[in-house]
């Protein structure tokens, strides 16, 4: 079993920033493969980041240069710096894990642990 717990969301100004943690405990060998994704009210969840077990990161379009995806291993914390913030970035943001990347790195459904989410608003 793996538990994640999110933090650091909040309200920002647009152009402000934000960083995200994601906290893992349990079996940390269900969480080398980790990854944000975002849910807008109305709008169907969407995938902002992934970092493998290499440090591999890859980025949605919306996101690059913006947003940075790390990990630390040694504390078991996943973070994403959101540098530029816009408000098209308002969403609950949770954070998701598994054993192993696939192929497809915004997949949700290969994605077996999932945290409870963290607000990100970004006012106008």
């Known amino acids: 079993q793996v538990q994640l717990a999110e933090s650091g969301g909040g309200s920002v100004q647009a152009g402000g920033s934000l960083r995200l943690s994601c906290a893992v405990s349990?079996?940390?060998?269900?969480?080398?493969?980790m990854a944000w994704f975002r849910q807008a009210p109305g709008k169907e969840r969407e995938g902002v980041a992934r970092?493998?077990?290499?440090?591999?990161?890859t980025y949605a379009d919306s996101v690059k240069e913006r947003f940075t995806i790390s990990k630390d291993d040694s504390k078991n914390i996943m973070y994403q710096q959101m540098d530029s913030l816009k408000p098209e970035d308002t969403a609950m943001y949770y954070c998701?894990?598994?054993?192993?990347?696939?192929?497809?790195?915004?997949?949700?459904?290969?994605?077996?642990?999932w945290g409870q989410g963290t607000q990100v608003t970004v006012l106008s």
């Open positions: 970092i493998n077990y290499y440090k591999e990161k």
């Open positions: 349990g079996s940390t060998q269900s969480a080398v493969c």
């Open positions: 998701a894990s598994m054993a192993w990347c696939g192929s497809r790195w915004d997949r949700q459904s290969d994605y077996y642990y």
